[in-house]
């Protein structure tokens, strides 16, 4: 799995980490909080010690500017709401594409940004959707990125309708 590079920015490497995480929770079935502890000590963060200094980034799977509490819950807020985000991403799909077709990172970065957008006191949206485009062109560089922001600008509007109020009173 390749690996974006946000260097200096704390907030898109906690989501880069949370997509990592979900992955890896997936793909090994282990528990959310199995793959938080193994993040928190071995891959967020720079490596203690003297002789770790300045290493331990990504080249080495490590995330080391990730702000560990908002990568913690946006892996806890996933994991604990996937039935429904994913119910949510599942509707928001065409009816042809269902949720077992999608790369397994994309739909780590689905329920990711999706579980980020269920939190009513998140970010915007619009920085939501931007940080995880940001995240998807880390990670792909076919259509996935368009796809994401497609459907993480639906799933905005259903899980924050109040945060776009202008374009839901404008007459069809």
Known sequence: MARPRPTGRP?????????QALFQSEQGGETAETVIDQFVRHRLGEMPGPEHQGGGGFEEGRVPDAHVPLFQRIVRTAVLEQDRLDKLIAAALPDEWPMTRLD????ALLRAG??????PDGPPPRVVINEYLDVAHG??????????NGLLDRLARELRPGDFPAEAAQPA
């Not at 397994?104 to 739909?107: A, G, I, M």
């Not at 999706?114 to 939190?119: D, F, G, N």
């Open 114 to 119: 999706s579980a980020e957008l269920s939190m």
């Open 104 to 107: 397994p990172v994309l739909r």
């Open 11 to 19: 907030r898109t490497a906690s989501r880069v980490a949370a997509v």
């Open 139 to 148: 990670f792909f560089t076919g259509e996935e990125p368009r796809m994401v």
